[in-house]
């Protein structure tokens, strides 16, 4: 009986990688964000183009291949004890986010504003850390914090001088010891509690003066609870704190005078939903040294000093979230093809690209006006414009990061994409410093305030007057909204909406090309499109917008 010849041997490799997008890093994250380029040079910061460029070439490489995601990946670890029992209360973190935190220091996204005397600072920082917010968001929260510290500290002379050198050198120690001794800190901040939230006039922690009867730059006792308090290894905190006048703002630093630790005892670390490379805590204050800040019973508005620059970040890095969002997203479809095309090619897909595209480049031109606002002093469009811009920017975010990450189909939803750290970490900044309701509020309290506020705002939707009958009919119809006052509070998200789409209207019709300038207003003011991203109208040039957002 003869036996059959075997078949064939088939050599064909069952693991042949086609059809794959090749890795994104290295990348300059600057230079190949043409809107941002673009935007630099406008609003007055052209003179850093080489420096920020340097820093997109920096943070596009190993930190965008490994220290992000190594820093998310190998969370923080609280320790309130050491092995013989005594209170330490540290946390531990992956090298690759102190990796970061140097760089970030090493670039002074912590202290630009404050250290150079160039016109510009402020868009020439918002410029950088627009890049490096797209490489990794946790690291961001204390160089903001320490950032926007400065603007409260000043109010009170004597801890600015003690504070500010060390806040702003380009270095930084992540270790528990002397900030003189180190020659650099970094802030954060202790504002919420657990049964009052945004409502900081009930916090229930309390300041009594060590002697007399205390006043801006002495010393206080604190006691008390902290239900959230970011980066909790900085060497000084801002701390709002109940005293005989009201609200007090206190600066307590985490080593004392005498090179003793101060009673900081974190109680846990929270278990967050994104942001996993920042660790956030609960903090209790028993006998808490600390010097007050500004004047007795002024702490909200000396603390407003800071979180109205921690609000210009929280735009700044929604922005940032958006724009990596969208580079994954026309990087895959670019490189990845489907029935015959590549996606980008694809009809459908192309007007999913465009539209993603288009929020990208409204919240980084808004960004970096509202940048500009700052450096020039301009006060009723910096308060009204920064409350507006985190209401929409960090609102819009999530929605970009979840369709831009199915863009990348089942390859989106794998942690290995970076695409699910970019969802988890796009609700943060529209929580962070005041919810939705509380900054659509804020625009409400502004105008109370500060009619005026409101004419400065018209006064800069107006230079894009004539420009678009659609715009000009949507700024009409936003006029009327503020016809009835006794009923906007209920419509206060509307009209906030609809100040932010005319304010990036007038921007990109001003400043980007026609396409995306159109594109914008057909879709956002006249309502030529749907509820979900890739709606466009029929007619709009998607290529030309879809080639501005490439990271070529």
């Given at each position: 009986?003869?036996?059959?010849?075997?078949?064939?041997?088939?050599?064909a490799?069952?693991?042949?990688?086609?059809n794959?997008?090749?890795?994104l890093a290295?990348?300059?994250?600057?230079?190949?964000?043409?809107?941002?380029?673009?935007?630099?040079?406008?609003?007055?910061?052209?003179?850093?183009?080489?420096?920020?460029?340097e820093?997109?070439?920096?943070?596009?490489d190993?930190?965008l291949?490994?220290?992000?995601p190594?820093?998310?990946?190998?969370?923080?670890?609280?320790?309130?004890?050491?092995?013989?029992?005594n209170?330490?209360?540290?946390?531990?973190?992956?090298?690759?986010?102190?990796?970061?935190?140097?760089?970030?220091?090493?670039?002074?996204?912590?202290?630009?504003?404050?250290?150079?005397?160039?016109d510009?600072?402020?868009?020439?920082?918002?410029?950088?850390?627009?890049?490096?917010?797209?490489?990794?968001?946790?690291?961001?929260?204390?160089?903001?914090?320490?950032?926007?510290?400065?603007?409260?500290?000043?109010?009170?002379?004597?801890?600015?001088?003690?504070?500010?050198?060390?806040?702003?050198?380009?270095?930084?120690?992540?270790?528990?010891?002397?900030?003189?001794?180190?020659?650099?800190?970094k802030?954060?901040?202790?504002?919420?509690?657990?049964?009052?939230?945004?409502?900081?006039?009930?916090?229930?922690?309390?300041?009594?003066?060590?002697?007399?009867?205390?006043?801006?730059?002495?010393?206080?006792?604190?006691?008390?609870h902290?239900?959230?308090?970011?980066?909790?290894?900085?060497?000084?905190?801002?701390?709002?704190a109940?005293?005989?006048?009201?609200?007090?703002?206190?600066?307590?630093?985490?080593?004392?005078?005498?090179?003793?630790?101060?009673?900081?005892?974190?109680?846990?670390l929270?278990?967050?939903?994104?942001?996993?490379?920042?660790?956030?805590?609960?903090?209790?204050?028993?006998?808490?040294?600390?010097?007050?800040?500004?004047?007795?019973?002024?702490?909200?508005?000396?603390?407003?000093?800071?979180?109205?620059?921690?609000?210009?970040?929280?735009?700044?890095?929604?922005?940032?979230?958006?724009?990596?969002?969208?580079?994954?997203?026309?990087?895959?479809?670019?490189?990845?093809?489907?029935?015959?095309?590549?996606?980008?090619?694809?009809?459908?897909m192309?007007?999913?690209?465009?539209?993603?595209?288009?929020?990208?480049?409204?919240?980084?031109?808004?960004?970096?006006?509202?940048?500009?606002?700052?450096?020039?002093?301009?006060?009723?469009?910096?308060?009204?414009?920064?409350?507006?811009?985190?209401?929409?920017?960090?609102?819009?975010?999530?929605?970009?990061?979840?369709?831009?990450?199915?863009?990348?189909?089942?390859?989106?939803?794998?942690?290995?994409?970076?695409?699910?750290?970019?969802?988890?970490?796009?609700?943060?900044?529209?929580?962070?410093?005041?919810?939705?309701?509380?900054?659509?509020?804020?625009?409400?309290?502004?105008?109370?305030?500060?009619?005026?506020?409101?004419?400065?705002?018209?006064a800069?939707?107006?230079?894009?007057?004539?420009?678009?009958?659609r715009?000009d009919?949507?700024?009409?119809?936003?006029?009327?909204?503020?016809?009835?006052?006794?009923a906007?509070?209920?419509?206060?998200?509307?009209?906030?909406?609809?100040?932010?789409?005319?304010?990036?209207?007038?921007?990109?019709?001003?400043?980007?090309?026609?396409?995306?300038?159109d594109?914008?207003c057909?879709?956002?003011?006249?309502?030529?499109?749907?509820?979900a991203?890739?709606?466009l109208?029929?007619?709009?040039?998607?290529?030309a917008i879809?080639?501005?957002?490439m990271?070529?």
């Amino acid at each position: 009986m003869s036996v059959a010849e075997p078949a064939a041997h088939h050599t064909a490799e069952t693991h042949a990688v086609t059809n794959q997008a090749p890795p994104l890093a290295p990348l300059n994250l600057f230079t190949t964000n043409a809107p941002l380029v673009e935007a630099l040079e406008r609003e007055g910061g052209g003179w850093a183009t080489a420096r920020v460029t340097e820093l997109g070439a920096a943070y596009g490489d190993v930190p965008l291949r490994e220290w992000g995601p190594q820093a998310n990946e190998n969370e923080p670890v609280l320790r309130t004890h050491d092995r013989y029992g005594n209170r330490i209360d540290e946390v531990e973190f992956h090298p690759a986010y102190h990796s970061l935190m140097t760089l970030s220091s090493q670039f002074e996204l912590h202290s630009l504003p404050w250290t150079t005397t160039e016109d510009g600072a402020h868009v020439a920082r918002t410029a950088m850390y627009l890049t490096s917010g797209q490489t990794e968001a946790g690291h961001g929260c204390p160089i903001t914090m320490t950032f926007a510290a400065i603007p409260a500290l000043r109010t009170t002379p004597a801890l600015a001088a003690e504070w500010e050198p060390l806040l702003t050198a380009p270095a930084y120690d992540g270790t528990l010891r002397p900030a003189a001794e180190k020659g650099s800190a970094k802030c954060g901040m202790g504002m919420t509690e657990k049964q009052g939230g945004s409502d900081v006039r009930s916090n229930t922690t309390t300041a009594v003066p060590v002697s007399g009867s205390g006043g801006p730059g002495e010393e206080y006792l604190i006691r008390g609870h902290k239900w959230f308090t970011s980066a909790p290894m900085c060497d000084l905190f801002l701390v709002l704190a109940q005293t005989d006048e009201g609200v007090g703002c206190f600066a307590v630093p985490r080593i004392l005078p005498d090179g003793s630790r101060n009673v900081f005892r974190l109680q846990r670390l929270k278990d967050k939903l994104g942001n996993r490379s920042n660790a956030s805590s609960e903090v209790e204050f028993d006998g808490t040294w600390g010097r007050m800040v500004g004047e007795p019973g002024r702490g909200v508005p000396t603390i407003i000093e800071m979180v109205g620059h921690t609000r210009l970040d929280c735009i700044i890095g929604s922005a940032a979230n958006m724009r990596a969002a969208v580079t994954n997203a026309t990087w895959h479809a670019a490189h990845r093809a489907a029935f015959g095309k590549t996606l980008i090619d694809q009809p459908l897909m192309q007007n999913v690209l465009a539209d993603l595209a288009l929020e990208s480049e409204a919240a980084t031109a808004l960004a970096m006006r509202l940048a500009r606002a700052y450096d020039e002093g301009d006060v009723a469009l910096r308060r009204l414009g920064t409350a507006v811009g985190k209401y929409w920017v960090c609102k819009r975010t999530p929605a970009v990061a979840v369709e831009a990450l199915e863009c990348l189909g089942g390859n989106g939803y794998v942690e290995e994409s970076g695409m699910p750290r970019i969802y988890r970490e796009a609700p943060l900044n529209s929580i962070w410093e005041g919810s939705g309701n509380v900054n659509a509020l804020d625009v409400l309290r502004a105008l109370a305030k500060q009619p005026e506020t409101l004419e400065a705002y018209f006064a800069e939707l107006g230079t894009a007057a004539g420009a678009d009958p659609r715009y000009d009919a949507f700024v009409d119809g936003l006029h009327a909204a503020f016809a009835d006052p006794d009923a906007i509070e209920v419509r206060a998200r509307r009209v906030v909406e609809h100040l932010a789409l005319a304010w990036q209207a007038s921007l990109l019709l001003r400043h980007a090309p026609h396409a995306v300038a159109d594109a914008f207003c057909a879709a956002r003011l006249a309502g030529d499109s749907g509820l979900a991203f890739g709606t466009l109208p029929a007619g709009t040039d998607f290529r030309a917008i879809i080639d501005r957002a490439m990271p070529a």
